[in-house]
C-alpha cells in the first residue's frame, strides 16, 4: 500500500452534491466524493451516518433526491443496479450475502450473469488462482462454509464480472481478524492490479492501513476528506466515533 499524498488525477467516479432520502426522510445530504483510477478510498463513520445508504445509490439500489453520479463520465444518476454493474461497477453487500442453496461454483457463476445470461466458465480458472481455499471447496453448498469463507466468495462473485470499482460494504463484519486482513489484503492486491476500490469498515485503523485515501462521514455528510495517513493522525476522527466532544468546526478539503 502507498500512502502517497498526491491523489492521482483521473477521476473514475463523482458523487456531486448528494441528497438520498427514504420517504420524507433525508438521510445524506448534499454529499460530494469521488474514487480516482487505481485508488482504494475508504469511507468511514459510525453507524447510522449513512454509509451503506451512499453506497447504495452509487450502485442505483437506492434513488437519489438530488445530485449527480458519475463513472468515467457516463450518468449514472437515474441507472438501475444492471445498468452500474455494465457500467463496472460492483457492490459487495453487507453481511456476505451468498446463496447458500448453490455451490461454491454456482455462485462465482452468477457473478458472470450480468454479461453473460447462462454464465461464463471461462471466467472460473482465473478466480481459482487468486482464491484457491474457493477452489478447493467448488462443489461444496456455500451454506457449508465459515463465515469468513463465506465474505471471501461474496468478494470472488464480485469481482469475477470483472469490474473497475469494486464496493465493499463493511466486509469484516463478524468475522475473525485474521479474516479480516485477508480480505483487505485481497482488496489491496486487486487495487494494484488496477481495479479501484471504495470501501466502508468499522475496523478503522485496518482500513486506514490499506487505503491510500479516506473520507469520514457524520450523519450523511462528510467532515473530513484526506490521505488515510492524514486522517489517522488528525483528531477528528477520534471526534467523529466518540462523539459527544465538540461539534466539528473545521472542514478539510481534498
Ligand atoms: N431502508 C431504510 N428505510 C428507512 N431508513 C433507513 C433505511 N436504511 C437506512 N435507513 C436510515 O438511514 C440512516 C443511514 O443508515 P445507513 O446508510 O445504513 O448507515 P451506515 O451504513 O453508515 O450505518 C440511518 O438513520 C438509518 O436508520
Ligand atoms: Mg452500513
Redesign the pocket.
Known sequence: MSHANIRPEKVLLSVIDLHIA??K?E?VHGLSMDVRAGEFVVVL??????????MHAISGLVPKRAGTVTFDGVDLTHATPRQTVLAGIVQVLEGHRVFHTLSVEDNLLIGTYARTPHGDRSKLDAIYEMFPEMAERRHQMASRLSGGQQQILAVAQGIIGEPRLLIL?EPSGGLAPMVVDRILTVASDLCRRGLAILL?EQLVEKALHHAHFAYL?ET?RVVAAASSKEIGQGDLLHKVFLGGGEPVTHLETI
Open positions: 427514504y420517504g426522510a438521510v463513520g459510525r453507524n447510522g451516518a449513512g454509509k451503506s445508504t451512499l460494504d466502508v462521514m450523511g
